[in-house]
């Protein structure tokens, strides 16, 4: 089972830039789709950015342009680096490791806060 610890999160003004990072062990090959999810205060948990082994990627509408997900299959490792961020972007941020970029798998992080405010 695989097992995904992020880091990174934090408090930023608007227009500022964070970096997230999340670590999957537990497998034996690099999961096939590592990504990001967030969900804000009453609201459902969405998608922000997935990508494959191969480099395929899928983002969210309102963060094109603005945030860029990486991977290092070597290091089993995830980045998400978020631009321009804005109040709206305020969320806990999950890591997700699955099988396809069109759906969420079942291997979940704790998740990471991600406050922006002035």
Request: charged share 20%; net charge negative.
């Given at each position: 089972q695989?097992?995904?610890v992020e880091s990174g999160g934090g408090s930023v003004q608007p227009g500022g830039s964070l970096r997230l990072s999340c670590v999957a062990s537990g497998s034996i090959i690099s999961p096939n789709v590592l990504g990001w999810?967030?969900?804000a205060p009453g609201k459902e948990r969405?998608?922000?950015a997935v990508i494959s082994r191969g480099g395929l990627t899928n983002y969210a509408d309102s963060v094109k342009g603005r945030f860029?997900?990486?991977r290092d299959n070597a290091k089993n490792t995830v980045y998400l680096?978020?631009?321009s961020l804005k109040p709206?972007?305020?969320a806990v941020?999950?890591?997700n490791a699955g099988l396809s970029r069109f759906a969420a798998g079942d291997a979940w992080g704790q998740g990471t806060q991600v406050t922006v405010s002035s």
């Open positions: 695989v097992q995904l999810y967030r969900q969405e998608l922000v860029t997900i990486s680096q978020m631009n709206e972007d305020t941020y999950y890591c």
